[in-house]
T-cell receptor, first 114, second 116 residues
């Protein structure tokens, strides 16, 4: 029973390149969340998705960031034209229920922008 | 808007002593409260949650938390700390409303260090 799978675990990009982070939720979970953790900081909510729907993207920067959770395949967090400030750990979590369910986290994708 | 405060960046205790990690919250309706633990370079792991019912909630690894509605608190406790409990602890609140759609808001985390 695999947990939340994130890849890549580590990603290095130069300024201006694109970063794509993938997340496969736990089996049977239809709620997916993306969080960003900057060094020495807490978790900041980015986006909440269900299959083919963005439920809440209030934490997503207005430009360069996008997320999707297609009917088939993993959820994707895409960062275009990366800047040094995008360097962070990006965590994906899934839950069985959208209200009372606890979150199950992946191991994170650590993005370094040179 | 929902929010969580963890007033202590760092908590230090000696092994075998009781520990408390503090958390207060703010929501407009009924809160769903959670504690998670994070070890270095890992994802967060769920410890326990309060949804409804008994105010004292028991979770993994001997941890428990007490929901106090009047003080809007949900402090994490353990009667006897272990060195292996040393980690970063996050409190989170979730409020399901028509505009909130179930996202969890996390505190900034508290680093717990248990010394032998």
């Amino acid at each position: 029973n695999a947990g939340v799978m994130q890849n890549p675990r580590h990603l290095v990009r130069r300024r201006g390149q694109e970063a794509r982070l993938r997340c496969s939720p736990m089996k049977g979970h239809s709620h997916v969340y993306w969080y960003r953790q900057l060094p020495e900081e807490g978790l900041k909510f980015m986006v909440y998705l269900q299959k083919e729907n963005i439920i809440d993207e209030s934490g997503m920067p207005k430009e360069r960031f996008s997320a999707e959770f297609p009917k088939e395949g993993p959820s994707i967090l895409r960062i275009q034209q990366v800047v040094r400030g995008d360097s962070a750990a990006y965590f994906c979590a899934s839950s069985l229920w959208g209200d009372t369910g606890e979150l199950f986290f992946g191991e994170g994708s650590r993005l370094t922008v040179l | 808007a929902q929010s969580v405060a963890q007033p202590e960046d760092q908590v230090n205790v000696a092994e075998g002593n009781p520990l408390t990690v503090k958390c207060t919250y703010s929501v407009s309706g009924n809160p769903y409260l959670f504690w998670y633990v994070q070890y270095p370079n890992r994802g967060l792991q769920f410890l326990l949650k309060y949804i409804t019912g008994d105010n004292l909630v028991k979770g993994s690894y001997g941890f428990e938390a007490e929901f106090n509605k009047s003080q809007t608190s949900f402090h994490l406790k353990k009667p006897s700390a272990l060195v292996s409990d040393s980690a970063l602890y996050f409190c989170a609140v979730r409020e399901y409303t028509s505009t909130n759609a179930g996202k969890s808001t996390f505190g900034d985390g508290t680093t717990l260090t248990v010394k032998p």
